[in-house]
């Protein structure tokens, strides 16, 4: 991978955490606060250590104290989590979800209607 300055890195998250998770914010720190839930614990830590060397790279002393491997790493698994996100599976996944518990909870009042009837003696 080429080297990629901070600045590069954040907009390129930022861009990406808009578009596979539809988070809206100014900043990466905005938007990574408000899709925490949805990211997993490496995914925020790694997105947290990009969002504290954006910070101190607005200084030129405190520049030279960041691990740019590091930084690269972070920005490595960030990357690779939020392009292997796909919104309509995703969604497809949600809505399977939803008819799941639906037809569990039909089928738990049918057991109790059935064993109700059969309580009272009418089956």
Known sequence: MTQLTIEQMTAKLSALLTQRLNVSGRTLDIRVSRARWRLPRPVRQAAAELVAAQHLVQSP?????????????AYDLCDAHLRGLNRAKRRKGVILDTAA?????????IVVWVSVLHWRGFV
Do not use: E, S, T
């Not at 002393?61 to 790493?73: S, T, W, Y």
């Open 61 to 73: 002393k405190l520049r030279r104290q960041l691990d740019q491997d590091a930084l690269n790493r």
């Open 101 to 109: 518990r639906i037809a569990f909870a039909l089928l738990a009042v």
